[in-house]
């Protein structure tokens, strides 16, 4: 069921975006060469606590997870692109990270993810990738206006995706948010312009492209969560909660 919030919920959920804009360029800041990504999700871990938020991910058991998340970050890494389980890994220099964050203050909820090279990039493959799904995120950010459609955003964000020569994978990609992580609609990476769900004042959805640089196809890593590419290219995940309002999208989880 879809739910549109009222202006005064919308406000209601700033302090839950600002805390996870707060929490990821943190954690970008702290993703040097040698942190281990078990450090990363513990220092997320501490920021929730000290905040008094609650995890979205810890005890998150969907249908295609093998088991509770269990940790309260998702770090993917190179040809990792979602769902990333930390584990003991140190990163190295020239790596692709992917971020994913969301969390619940005062029982609302934000969500959003970024992608870093640590260090110094190995090729510039891996830099044009975040380059492109960072516009393909503004592309889709910019339809989340009342009157166009879903298969406005959807479209903007295949478009930029296709002129770069990736491919999209729509199995997973963005979706209501609420009191809850995930709620409708499904907002997929591909779609055709003027189709789809009429967008209204009120709707609140995490749009979120996510590329392979040679492949559109992925695989469940044994761990049961992280999703790889067939091919190992690396990915890259760009996500912004954004509040779609009479005066158009609203990112609540803006990074300063």
């Not at 970050?73 to 389980?85: E, P, R």
């Not at 298969?151 to 199995?171: E, F, L, M, Q, R």
């Not at 312009?193 to 040679?214: D, Q, T, Y």
């Amino acid at each position: 069921m879809i739910e549109l919030k009222t202006p005064a919920e919308i406000e209601q959920m700033r302090p839950a975006g600002a805390f996870v804009a707060e929490v990821l360029t943190e954690l970008a800041k702290r993703a040097t060469v040698g942190t281990n990504l078990l450090k990363l999700d513990q220092i997320a871990h501490e920021l929730i606590r000290s905040r008094g938020a609650e995890s979205c991910y810890i005890d998150y058991h969907p249908s295609f997870g093998a088991s509770p998340f269990g940790k309260v970050l998702c770090t993917s890494v190179n040809d990792a692109v979602l769902h990333g389980l930390p584990h003991d890994y140190a990163l190295r220099d020239g790596d692709l990270l992917s971020l994913d964050f969301a969390a619940s203050v005062n029982g609302w909820v934000a969500d959003s993810a970024l992608s870093v090279v640590v260090g110094t990039p190995k090729s510039a493959a891996d830099t044009t990738l975040i380059e492109v799904t960072t516009a393909a995120l503004a592309a889709g950010i910019a339809e989340a206006k009342p009157g166009n459609r879903l298969g406005d955003i959807s479209a903007a964000i295949g478009a930029v995706a296709t002129a770069a020569g990736y491919g999209v994978n729509t199995d997973f990609g963005g979706h209501g948010v609420g009191r809850t992580m995930h709620g409708d609609p499904h907002v997929p990476n591909q779609g055709r312009a003027g189709r789809g769900l009429p967008l209204r004042a009120g709707l609140v959805i995490a749009i979120e492209p996510w590329f392979l640089e040679g492949t559109d196809k992925i695989y469940t890593d044994k761990d049961g969560w992280t999703l790889r590419s067939a091919d190992g290219s690396n990915g890259a995940h760009m996500e912004h909660t954004v509040a779609i309002t009479e005066d158009g999208p609203l990112v609540l989880t803006a990074r300063a």
